[in-house]
């Protein structure tokens, strides 16, 4: 039954703060929208729509907490997204606020 919790609360997690989880992913490494997808899909076993995944990649880029590059890999160009200052301090404002919300609970 934990299960079942464990996947319906990390799929709202994931539909509702996906601009935090994509911020993580792509602090990680720069990375670019398909790969992201695949690993949304496969970390959290949620399919991830294009039309949810690039407004908000795009909606990010806007804020300056991301940027994006075209590259060129194997004759495809890629926009490559890369996490800015302002998205790691976006980032650590959302850990420092959850963290105050596990620590009064």
Not at 71 to 98: E, H
């Amino acid at each position: 039954m934990a299960e079942n919790y464990r996947k319906e609360i990390v799929q709202h997690i994931i539909r509702n703060l996906l601009d935090i989880q994509l911020l993580r992913i792509i602090q990680v490494e720069p990375t670019w929208g398909y790969r992201i997808k695949k690993q949304v899909e496969t970390d959290f076993n949620i399919k991830l729509r294009h039309g949810a995944l690039y407004p908000t990649l795009n909606a990010l880029e806007q804020k300056g907490f991301v940027e994006s590059k075209k590259q060129q890999k194997d004759g495809r160009a890629r926009k490559v997204y890369t996490i800015t200052a302002t998205g790691k301090i976006y980032l650590q404002t959302y850990y420092s606020i959850l963290q105050g919300q596990l620590e009064n609970t």
